[in-house]
């Protein structure tokens, strides 16, 4: 089932998450909502509270080739446990904030710790967009979005169009 996704600004994006205690059959159903609703937008990765859970999940599939398989991740309680000391920077975008892209620098490499749908413990080490997507998404669950890494001025600016953009969506709502 594809969700709505909040756009920025929102309270809700602004939450520390609560960890997950188990994988109840609810949140096995929230995770394969995030995954649909993430491929449907499409993008890389999302966050629960981008559809306005504040739990501690994610979901990501950086894989963009369309010869090679798809790799749906579900991570609940991601933890970053080892960050590379290279940085690498790449242009981000998220799905609560469309059509907006810039450049953050980030660790180059991040070593992460989660459990997976069957409650099982996972580490794995990322590097390149997996390694961006998977900071990115950890952000959204201590309601950090990568507009603030920007200067302020940069910030505000997208800020603003986000709110233009509400208002109109709010407009077209209204006069269906
Ligand atoms: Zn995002």
């Known amino acids: 089932m ?3 996704i909040l756009i920025h600004p929102d309270p809700r994006l602004k939450k520390i998450c ?17 995954l649909d609703t993430m491929y449907d937008a499409p993008g890389i990765g999302l966050a629960a509270p981008q559809v306005g859970v ?55 490499e991040v070593r992460v710790r989660w459990m997976d749908l069957d409650g099982a413990v996972q580490e794995e080490q990322f590097a390149d967009l997996w390694a961006t997507c998977v900071q990115h998404e950890i952000d ?15 910030r505000q600016m997208i800020t603003r169009k986000m709110e233009k953009l509400k208002r109109d969506k ?6 269906r």
């Open 2 to 4: 594809i969700r709505p």
């Open 54 to 108: 504040t739990k501690r999940i994610i979901v990501m599939d950086c894989v963009k080739d369309p010869l090679v398989a798809p790799r749906p991740i579900v991570l609940f309680n991601p933890e970053i446990i080892w960050s590379s000391e290279d940085r690498s920077s790449y242009e981000e975008g998220c799905l609560s904030i469309p059509d907006q892209y810039a450049e953050v620098e980030r660790p180059a």
């Open 140 to 154: 959204h669950l201590d309601g950090k979005l990568f507009i603030d890494y920007l200067r302020p001025l940069r």
């Open 170 to 175: 709010a407009r077209e709502a209204g006069a």
């Open 18 to 34: 609560d960890p997950v205690a188990q994988v109840t059959p609810e949140l096995a159903k929230l995770a394969q909502d995030m």
